[in-house]
């Protein structure tokens, strides 16, 4: 049922994802469903993605000392939990692999334009007080591509990044991930696609994930906003790869 090089391997995958949670609050699971991919079935990497999601959620909610208005954050946060319970129930009126093409081209694109762009965010406070119909319908399609086929958060950081200051980016994505992990995970749950052995091999990353999240907290403090755009834009580039292969 287990063999000793996925512990390894999901082990060592697992400090990656976690470095970028702890750096820009996000990636997790993009990082653990591209490369689990190749020694895993993508569906338990998926499983096992959002599962793991929740507790790293957790260990990052307390890092940054940035508020966000309760007008802004909660809308957000409940329209990506009703995009994730739609995702994780699957999408049978879209094909998957056109779907994934889309989505690879699209963040490819903008992955070069975080990159290539020397435009930088201009904060407005006034901008994230309260969120908009647009903030909504990005976290809501956002929380259906994450049930579907594992990957939301370039989606947000998209539409988020390009107005919000990286501090109050990150710590948007730490609170709306919680809760869309917690309903996607018990939807699979319900699905009967959460297995013991998901849970173990998740359970696994936990000791990596706390060393993860600390190592890219301490980058986070010290790279520049222009940095934080480039990491950014590697981590579309990254997620758009196996979109474009298939093999996510």
Not at 10 to 23: E, M, T
Not at 66 to 84: D, E, N, Q, R
Not at 191 to 212: A, C, D, W
Request: a positive charge; glycine letters at 8%; charged letters at 10%.
């Amino acid at each position: 049922m287990f063999e000793l090089h996925e512990f390894v391997l999901v082990s060592i995958i697992g400090l990656l994802a976690f470095y970028l949670k702890g750096l820009m609050g996000t990636g997790t699971t993009t990082v653990l469903v591209s490369l689990c991919s190749f020694f895993l079935e993508p569906k338990s990497c998926i499983v096992i993605a959002s599962f793991i999601n929740v507790f790293g959620g957790f260990a990052m909610l307390k890092i940054d000392s940035v508020t966000l208005p309760k007008p802004f954050w909660l809308p957000i946060t409940i329209a990506m939990v009703v995009g994730s319970v739609l995702g994780a129930q699957a999408l049978s009126l879209i094909d998957p692999m056109l779907f994934k093409l889309v989505l690879g081209v699209i963040f490819l694109l903008v992955s070069l334009w975080f990159l290539l762009s020397d435009v930088a965010i201009s904060p407005n406070e006034g901008r994230y007080k309260v969120a908009t119909m647009a903030d909504l319908l990005i976290a809501a399609f956002a929380g259906l591509c994450g049930g579907f086929i594992g990957i939301n958060a370039p989606l947000l950081v998209i539409h988020f990044g390009s107005y919000l200051p990286k501090e109050f980016l990150r710590k948007l994505l730490v609170i709306i991930f919680i809760p869309a992990a917690i309903a996607q995970t018990s939807t699979f749950w319900i699905n009967g696609l959460l297995s013991i052995r998901e849970i173990v091999l998740s359970l696994t990353i936990i000791p990596m994930m706390l060393v993860g999240v600390h190592l890219g907290n301490r980058a986070f403090i010290s790279i520049s906003a222009k940095q934080f755009r480039i990491a950014l834009g590697l981590l579309l580039m990254a997620a758009s790869m196996p979109l474009l292969s298939g093999s996510a």
